[in-house]
Every structure is written in structure tokens, then in C-alpha cells.
């Protein structure tokens, strides 16, 4: 990938929290501009990353640039250019939608009124939120919360927007309306989408990573991380019972209920045995055999070419 200007640079960053839990080991990445996915299960770190590239707590070790800036050293110059939303986040009941991202516009430096003025207005649009931004926010639902937050995060064009697990608590018809709102963000600044959902970032990201348990598993662009598991992914109906026996032969990577059988994917170089049939892979398929082991971790093996066994 290399360096890009205006790109985000981690390098070596390892954080060991007071309890004792290593949440990230020694990570590296290059975040080029662009939709970047970063995807892992609960608890692999992700909030971890996020929080510190936010400038909300600082690693233990390793360096993280911003185009120029040094992000550790330099929390100043890193919030003035940042737009956080994270995975929670508290709004004023009372407040109206215009009203409280008005308030937030003078925190963040907006103090000519009328450019204040048309900057909230753009950004209400932008997020869907002109018709409704009256109304008080606690009466808000989960998406268009989430909208607002993305309208107070964009305040001041930020060079690096972070959204931690935005869709999570969103239902079908909200998620959909949220990711396209972020795929018309602009491709000039780094955006960094944190997830489990696995969908989020094969409809959204042109560059992704997977994490687990503080370690950056693979670090590829989706479409060649699916084309690196061409011709190994073979899929078998079969009874739940049979389940355990099919684990102990092959390298089950998921397993999923339809209409009271399993659905099972499998990862081989070659046709596993009768009863299975070639399946497309999908970036589902990169996840899980990520997770599980059929790809051999990135610091050992970082070309994508290199990855499937
Ligand atoms: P994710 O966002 O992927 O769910 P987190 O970064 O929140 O992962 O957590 C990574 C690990 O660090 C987990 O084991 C979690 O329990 C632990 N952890 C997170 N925050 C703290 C904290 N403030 N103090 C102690 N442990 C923490």
C-alpha cells in the first residue's frame, strides 16, 4: 500500500490495560484516504485502536502518523482535524437536532455566525436530519441519532473520521440509510469504520483489516482477500448431528441453521469429498477463516498472493 501523505501510519502500537489485558499487540497498518474497514469480534480491540487514534488514551508503546502529524505527541493538532463518533454517545434530551449541533459548531471554532449557520444547515441535510431538526432529540430513534452524531463528527472537515460499531443497534432500513450516508463521505479523508458486521465493510470498504485478541490478523483490500479463497470454499447441507464428526475431518470455517439442517462451509484446496459442491466465496468466508486460522497471520505472511494455504 505505502505511505500516503495524507493517510494514517501505525506503527508497532501495543497497549496493556491495568487489569492486565493485552488489548492490541504490536499493530501496524497504513490507512490509505478512503472508506477503511476494520473489522473483529467483541472484544479484539477495535474500541482500543479507535480511543488512540482519537487521542483518548495513549499506547504503551509504537507511533501512529497522520499525514504530518505525530498523533501521540501532537493531540492538538490531531483534534483539530478529527471527527470521533463512538460507539456510544450522550446527546441533551431537551436540545433540538439544530440547536445542539449549533452548540457544537461554537465548541469546535465556528464563531462567524453566518458561515456557522450554513455549515449546520449543510450538514443537517447532508445527514438527512433538515426536516427534523426541531424536534428534541430524545425522541430521537437509534438511526437518527447515529445520523446526528455523523453531522457533529463532520463539524470542521475533519481529515480522519473514526465510527465505532455504527450500525450495531440499528434495524435493517436505519443501517442501510447510515451506510449510505457514509459512502458519500469524501474520499479525501481517512475513514475508519470499526465493526463486527461483516457486511458493513464488504458493501462499504475499498481497504479493511481483521483483528483479534490485539493482533491484526490480515490487511488486504476485500475484493482480492475474496479472490485469494477462490476454488477453497465448499459448502454441504447436513444434519446438525453429523455436525461433530464433519468438524473432526475438515476446516469447518461456518456452519449455519437452514430449515433445521446445517449449512457448512468448508475451507480446502481440493473438493473436500462427495456430498460437497464448490461455493462462491464471500467476504464472510475471508472473516471466519481468518479467525480460525486457515489464513496465516499477516506478520508472518503479508502478501495477499501468499495468504491461501
Ligand atoms: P472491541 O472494541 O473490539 O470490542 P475493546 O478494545 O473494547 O475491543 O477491548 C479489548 C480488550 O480490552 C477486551 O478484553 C476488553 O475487555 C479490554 N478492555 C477494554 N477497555 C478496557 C479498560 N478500560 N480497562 C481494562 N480492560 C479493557
Known sequence: MGKHPLGLSIRNVSKTYANGVQALHNVSLDIPPGMYGLLGPN?????????????LQEPDA??????????????????????????????YPKASAQELLNYFAVLKGLTDRAARQETTEALLRQTNLWDQRKQKLGGFSGGMKQRFGVAVA???NPQLLIVDEPTAGLDPAERVR???????????????????IVEDVAELC???AIINRGQILLEAPPLEAVAALSGRIWRTLTDKQALPALEQEHRIISAKLLSGRSLVRVYSPEKPGPGFEAAEPDLEDVYFSTLTGCFVPV???????????
Open 43 to 55: 472484544g479484539a480491540g477495535k474500541s482500543t485502536l479507535m480511543r488512540t487514534l482519537a487521542t
Open 62 to 91: 509504537g507511533s501512529i502518523r497522520l499525514g504530518g502529524i505525530d498523533v501521540v505527541h501532537q493531540k492538538e493538532a490531531v483534534r483539530q482535524t478529527l471527527g470521533y463518533l463512538p460507539q456510544e454517545f450522550g446527546v
Open 154 to 156: 463532520l463539524l470542521g
Open 178 to 196: 447510515f451506510l449510505n450516508l457514509l459512502s458519500e463521505l469524501g474520499e479525501n479523508s481517512v475513514v475508519i469504520l470499526s465493526t463486527h
Open 206 to 208: 475499498t481497504h479493511m
Open 299 to 309: 506478520s508472518q505472511q503479508p502478501k495477499v498472493e501468499d495468504l491461501a494455504l
